[in-house]
C-alpha cells in the first residue's frame, strides 16, 4: 500500500510525496538481505551460510538501498498515475527516510513540459528572406574551379620547382636511429603547401625522378608529438616522380578535366546547386525570423531541471563537434562562464522553442503523414550513388528512432510553414553572395 501527495513548486517543477506501508517495506528488506546472504563469501562461513544478523550488520546500508530502488522500481509507474504529471524529464528521488509508522517516505522530484495555450500567429511579423542564385554567383564558382583543379603531368626530366607533385619514400633518423612515425611510401606532396616539417619541402626543389637524398629538418618546439618536439633529424628520402601541376586555360578546358560535355553544362550544373543552396539558405532564414519573432512574442518559464538535463546533452553535442574539428577539449574550457552561459542559452532557446511550435502544432492542426516521411527518404537517399540508394532506404526504414526524427524535423517545417502563412511578412530579398558574406561574418 503506498500514500502520495502531490505539491506544485512552481514553473512547471512539482513534489511528489510518497509513503510506502512499514509492512511492505519490510517484507523487501528480507527479501533482498536473503538474496544477499545468498551470494556474499564472509571469514568463518561456509558461502551463503552466513547468518543473517551477520550480515545486515556488514552490508545493512547496502541492503536498505538495494530495497528503496525495489520498492521504487515496483511502484513507479503507479506513483506518477495517481499524481496524474507527465515527467519531462527522469524525477529525481530525494531524502528517503524509514519512519516505523508511515513505513518508507521519499519525494519524487518531477519536472513537466511547461503548457502554451494559444499562440498568437497572426500577430507576429518578420521578414520572409528570398535568397536567389545569379549568373555572378556562378561566375564566381567557375572562378574558383578555375584555380583550383589540377591535373598533374609526369614530367620524368625535369627538376623538380614549387608547385609540382613528388611521390616519395623516406625514413626518419634521430641520433641515426628511426624513430616511430619516420617512415613513409609512395608518399605525395606538392612543394609549397606547406604540409610537411618546415624546410622540408625546399629541400626537395631541384631533383628529379630517381634521385636520392638526405634533408636536414628541426621539429618544431610545439610540435604535437612532444618526444620529437625541438630535436633535429635527418630523412632519407627516394624521389619516385615528379608531376608539374596543369590547370585549364579555359571553361571548355575545365569542363572536359570535371566530366561535362561542354561549359554551358558545367554551368548548368552549377546553377543547379546553387539554386538549391540558395532555396535552403531562404528557409533557413525566414525560419530564424520567425521563431526568433515567436520567442520575442510569448514568455515561457522553463523548470530548471528540463533545463540542466538538456544543457547536459548541449554539452556533449558541443564537446563531440569540437572534438570532430580536432580542438582539444581541456576540463578548464568547459567550467568557462562563457562557454556555459553560451550552453545554457542554446538549450533555453531550443526548449522554447519546442513548447511554442508544440502549440502551433495543435492550433494549425499540423500533422505528417507516412506518405511525408517517405518521401523525404527519398529525398535524402537521392544524394548517394544509384547503386546504394535502395541499400540506404532499407537502413532507414528499419530505425525507428531516425525515422521519428525525420518526422520531428518535418513537422517543425510544417510549423514554420504555417507561421509564415499566418503572420505579417515583409519580403527581403538577397543575392546569394551577400547571404554567404553574412553567414561568414557572423560564424
Known amino acids: 500500500m503506498i500514500q502520495t501527495e502531490v505539491k506544485a513548486l512552481g514553473a512547471s517543477e512539482y513534489q511528489i510525496d510518497v509513503a510506502i506501508a512499514r509492512q511492505e517495506y519490510d517484507a523487501v528488506y528480507a527479501e533482498q538481505l536473503g538474496k544477499l546472504a545468498r551470494q556474499v563469501r564472509l571469514p568463518g562461513f561456509r558461502p551463503g551460510r552466513a547468518p543473517l544478523a551477520v550480515v545486515r550488520k556488514q552490508f545493512g546500508a547496502k541492503v536498505y538501498e538495494e530495497t528503496v530502488s525495489a520498492l521504487l522500481q515496483r511502484h513507479y509507474a503507479e506513483i506518477i498515475e495517481r499524481s496524474g504529471l507527465k515527467p519531462a524529464v527522469q524525477p529525481e528521488i530525494e531524502a528517503p527516510q524509514l519512519d516505523d509508522d508511515k513505513g518508507l517516505c521519499f519525494s519524487l522530484k518531477v519536472a513537466t513540459w511547461p503548457e502554451v495555450e494559444e499562440v498568437n500567429v497572426k500577430a507576429l511579423s518578420f521578414p520572409r528572406t528570398e535568397v536567389r542564385a545569379g549568373q555572378e ?186 572534438q570532430r574539428q580536432g580542438v582539444k577539449v581541456t576540463p578548464e574550457m568547459l567550467q568557462d562562464q562563457g562557454f556555459r552561459d553560451e550552453v545554457r542559452r542554446r538549450s533555453e532557446r531550443g526548449l522554447k522553442l519546442s513548447v511554442l511550435l508544440q502549440a502551433v502544432r495543435r492550433q494549425g492542426e499540423v500533422e505528417v503523414s507516412d506518405d511525408e516521411v517517405q518521401a523525404e527518404i527519398e529525398r535524402q537517399a537521392a544524394a548517394y550513388p544509384e547503386d546504394q540508394r535502395e541499400q540506404f532506404k532499407q537502413w532507414l526504414n528499419g530505425q525507428a528512432e531516425q525515422r521519428a526524427a525525420i518526422r520531428e524535423r518535418l513537422l517543425e517545417r510544417k510549423c514554420i510553414d504555417y507561421i509564415v502563412s499566418q503572420a505579417q511578412t515583409s519580403l527581403e530579398q538577397k543575392s546569394l553572395s551577400s547571404w554567404q558574406e553574412e553567414q561568414a561574418s557572423a560564424a
Do not use: W
Not at 229 to 237: E, H, I, L, W
Not at 272 to 282: I, N, P
Not at 297 to 316: F, I, S, Y
Open 137 to 322: 554567383d556562378v561566375d564566381a564558382v567557375i572562378e574558383r574551379l578555375m584555380k583550383s583543379q589540377v591535373d598533374y603531368v609526369e614530367r620524368a626530366e625535369r627538376a623538380a620547382e614549387k608547385g609540382d607533385q613528388l611521390h616519395i619514400d623516406f625514413v626518419g633518423f634521430i641520433d641515426d636511429e628511426p624513430f616511430d612515425g619516420g617512415r613513409g611510401e609512395d608518399v605525395a606532396l606538392v612543394l609549397g603547401e606547406g604540409r610537411f616539417i618546415p624546410g622540408f619541402e625546399d629541400q626537395l626543389v631541384g631533383r628529379k625522378a630517381g634521385e636520392e637524398c638526405a634533408v636536414e629538418v628541426t621539429f618544431p618546439e610545439d610540435y604535437q608529438a612532444e618526444h620529437l618536439a625541438g630535436r633535429k633529424a635527418r630523412f632519407n628520402v627516394v624521389v619516385k616522380s615528379v608531376a608539374e601541376a596543369v590547370r585549364p586555360e579555359d571553361e571548355e578546358g575545365l569542363a572536359k578535366l570535371l566530366g561535362f560535355d561542354d561549359a554551358e553544362a558545367l554551368r548548368a550544373d552549377v546553377m543547379r546547386r546553387l539554386s538549391e543552396e540558395a532555396e535552403q539558405a531562404s528557409r533557413e532564414a525566414t525560419a530564424k525570423a520567425a521563431q526568433d519573432a515567436l520567442l520575442a512574442a510569448h514568455e515561457v518559464e522553463l523548470p530548471e531541471m528540463l533545463v540542466a538535463q538538456d544543457m547536459r546533452e548541449t554539452m556533449q553535442r558541443v564537446i563531440q563537434n569540437l
